[in-house]
């Protein structure tokens, strides 16, 4: 296994998150600082706590994974349609790389930024809202899954698009509304009881209430449900991309 | 079984009008197209069940300047060895940007080099693993004169060490200069492969200037012999593909004299490589 190949590749994709550092990590946390100043602090006085958590505490998991999830996506799609877009990518195909190796490295960097970016989250929601968090690992286990898992969907999206509008059209007609739609900002239990069903439709919505669940010790469906989602979202994944390789579509002519 | 098979250590140039094909069949033996049918080998390994072995003894540069203009010239060059699965070796990386003159740009990023430096660098990157085997795609493609002539002085050097070049190019001169063999691709076959001097010498044909010393009013007695034809306004008799050894010229020049023709000067040139590869891609 060219295992260097794997490192190359993500090293030189973190170069590049490091080249943009300022705007990679500041203008998440800046945002998500008004998300606290807006959600938590003006609206969020007036909103009673759900289920024994403060609204502003309630909210912390929701934004974590508004951003881990568009930014695994954003970043590995543009990891891999970068270089397809300026032609680059001839290295890659040309090299002794198999597709497992590529998308270690590919992935592998996308969701190391988007971890970062979760984290650095994490650390300026502290600044805002106190909060325990009652299982550490599980949350640790949602924020590394759900990572590598939205950037196999964002390597899928890059090698699927063939302009920059397509690049983008899919996190934001797609997952961002998922994401809003998910219980990022609310229980879905505020909800009528028909959107509560229309809901539960919402492939998202299982991970924030799981990655809630890690906060807080409680979600509004079972933890185990939240993890078989997104096991099976990477499995999907993970097959689609296998596919490509193996076809060749739109990275080989 | 595509009828092509290029030697260790040789100059392969590559021949063959827009569209022919030589993109496609190099995209082919680098994995950069998807191969619906046959196979190809490289030193008896197959490029597509077989392709890590295949792709580490190659080196490719690409027609186009496909660069990531962020990142450094150094730092590019790096990236291009370790996708073959070899550590960074400084000293082998900067003793190639050195050879290519490049030594000096080496923590620039590639934004900010001219077309003939990124044309250089491409060159680098397709050095820094070692390969056995260089590709390359019209390699000095817009490029200045100077700079051609050091591209193909670095091609000679890699050949001293044993490196196998594939050339495609459009330049004819260029094949000409450096090519040990010739292959002409026309619509994605291959009408010949030869050695270049092979070559050379079996579709030699010569061409004879004859300058008249006056117009040539009535031309209808040399109307038999195809092989002449009367160029600049009447002034000179042009003679293609002329024998020596059947002293053709001799009976022309006879031909002159009984018809009280005077004549000033005879001038003969031997036919080019880019006059046979137009013979043979307009005869196909």
């Known amino acids: 296994m060219n295992i260097q190949a794997a490192i190359t590749i993500y090293k030189f994709e973190m170069a590049r998150f490091r080249r943009t550092i300022f705007q990679s990590l500041v203008a998440p946390i800046i945002t998500t600082s008004l998300y606290f100043v807006v959600f938590g602090a003006a609206i969020g006085s007036k909103i009673e706590s759900i289920n024994g958590v403060s609204y502003g505490s309630f909210i912390v998991p929701g934004l974590i994974m508004l951003y881990l999830m568009t930014e695994s996506i954003n970043n590995a799609a543009f990891g891999i349609y970068f270089p397809k877009f300026v032609g680059s990518i001839f290295e890659v195909l040309s090299a002794p790389v198999s597709s497992l190796e590529a998308t270690v490295g590919y992935v592998g960097a996308a969701a190391s930024k988007s971890t970062i970016i979760g984290l650095m989250i994490f650390l300026t929601s502290n600044l805002f809202v106190t909060h325990d968090i009652k299982y550490p690992l599980v949350m640790a286990v949602f924020i590394i899954l759900t990572a590598i898992t939205f950037s196999l969907f964002g390597f899928i999206i890059g090698i699927w698009a063939q302009n920059w509008e397509k690049l983008s059209i899919i996190p934001t007609l797609l997952v961002t509304p998922l994401v809003f739609l998910g219980g990022s900002f609310y229980s879905i239990d505020m909800l009528p009881e028909f959107w509560q069903k229309v809901s ?50 739109r990275l080989r002519t | 079984m595509f009828p092509l098979k290029s030697k260790k250590g040789e100059i392969f140039a590559l021949l063959g009008p827009n569209g022919a094909g030589k993109t496609t069949l190099i995209s082919a033996i680098c994995g950069l197209c998807r191969q619906s049918s046959g196979t190809i080998k490289v030193n008896d390994f197959d490029t597509l069940s077989q392709y890590k072995e295949t792709r580490n003894q190659i080196g490719l540069v690409p027609q186009e300047l496909p660069l990531d203009g962020f990142e450094s010239v150094y730092n590019s060059c790096q990236f291009s060895r370790g996708l073959f699965g070899l550590k960074d070796s400084r000293d082998h990386i900067e003793k190639i940007l050195k050879t290519l003159s490049l030594f000096d740009k080496r923590d620039e990023q590639i934004f900010g080099l001219s077309g003939g430096m990124k044309r250089r660098l491409l060159i680098a990157k397709a050095l820094a693993h070692e390969p056995k085997i260089l590709f390359l795609d019209e390699p000095t493609a817009g490029v200045d004169v100077s700079l051609r002539r050091d591209i193909w002085k670095l091609i000679e050097d890699q050949k001293k060490m044993g490196v196998t070049i594939i050339l495609t190019t459009h330049y004819i001169e260029e094949a000409e200069q450096l090519a040990d063999r010739v292959g002409i691709i026309n619509s994605g076959e291959i009408i010949l492969v030869k050695e270049k001097t092979t070559l050379m010498s079996e579709f030699s044909k010569k061409t004879t200037f004859i300058r008249l010393s006056k117009k040539l009013k009535d031309p209808s007695f040399m109307k038999k012999n195809k092989k002449i034809s009367l160029t600049e306004n009447g002034m000179t008799l042009k003679l293609v ?18 018809n009280g023709i005077a004549f000033t000067e005879i001038n003969t040139v031997d036919n080019s490589l880019e006059d046979i590869f137009l013979d043979l891609v307009e005869t196909q």
Not at chain 1, 206 to 233: D, K, N, Q
Not at chain 2, 245 to 258: A, G, P
């Open chain 1, 200 to 249: 539960l439709l919402n492939p998202v919505f299982y991970l924030i209430s799981g990655f809630r669940w890690s906060f807080f010790g409680t979600s509004e469906i079972p933890i185990a449900l939240s993890i078989v989602a997104i096991l099976s979202f990477m499995a999907i994944c993970l097959l689609i991309i296998a596919i490509i390789f193996k076809t060749g579509y």
């Open chain 2, 241 to 258: 593909g002329i024998n020596n050894t059947s002293n053709e010229l001799q009976s022309i020049v006879n031909l002159l004299s009984q």
